[in-house]
């Protein structure tokens, strides 16, 4: 369970969870409502679970603890989770940016928009250089701070692999619309 969660079970052998910031327990896991958007996503889109899986992997490498809970937490996030969607703008920089072309590979065009609403990994703070007014991006744990967001690397990386694939997908929904 996540920090700073612990499981227990009462006398009837029940599990049960326990909130140590808060003093509060439950019957519910922490994830219960996350891990259920996973998997109401992934029965509205059935093709997506191979990739979920692969994506899960790959951004769990971008969590501090390991154990991945913010990446579970970010693939269940949508658009219309709260805070505003991004400008046609920003998705069109952002394009840009990992060399999308929204013309040419339209199916790629999600990886712009998952890009601006990622939020920044644990322990990572946006920064603002007084002297210059530039952003720059610092990890509190380790004591490094670079210009790039800690993401960037990941979504560039997943622009490029899921061009490679796009030829194959096109091929595969051409032949099942003649089907």
Known sequence: VPE???????EHGNPFFYDHKTGQSQ???PLHDTF???AARCAEEPGFHAY????YANLRAYCTDRKGWWALKLLTTRADDG???PTPEEVRDMCQYLKLSP????????IAV???QVPLPPNWVEVEDP????VYFYNQQAGVSQHKHPMDDYFLALAAEERKKLPRRRKERARASRD
């Open 4 to 10: 700073p969660w612990s499981h227990y079970s009462d």
């Open 27 to 29: 019957w519910l896991h």
């Open 36 to 38: 259920a958007q996973l």
């Open 52 to 55: 979920w899986r692969e994506l």
């Open 83 to 85: 805070g505003p969607p």
């Open 103 to 110: 013309e040419k590979e339209p199916e790629l065009v999600w």
């Open 114 to 116: 998952q890009a601006v």
């Open 131 to 134: 002297s210059t007014g530039g």
